[in-house]
């Protein structure tokens, strides 16, 4: 998944906290992992979690990146 993602020049999102590690999956050897954390994980609380993320996040930033998105924050590593 993350490597087909890779070799299309795209940013992975998902709700799956494996690739949160890091040794695994380092940033800059892919093409971005946004990994979604809402508070629950029905369809549209996802939904809108992702929605507001999209319309508001410059997505040239999160390239080569792994971020975490919640609710009130958001942690990228490079």
Request: charged share 35%; proline share 4%; aromatic share 8%.
């Amino acid at each position: 998944m993350l490597h087909e993602a890779s070799e299309q020049d795209r940013i992975l999102f998902t709700l799956d906290t494996d690739f949160l590690n890091l040794k695994a999956y380092p940033p800059r050897k892919h093409g971005g992992v946004v990994v979604f954390r809402p508070t629950r994980q029905g369809a549209r609380a996802v939904t809108k979690i992702v929605e507001a993320f999209v319309r508001s996040a410059d997505l040239k930033k999160y390239r080569k990146r792994t971020a975490i998105v919640e609710r009130t924050r958001i942690r990228i590593f490079k």
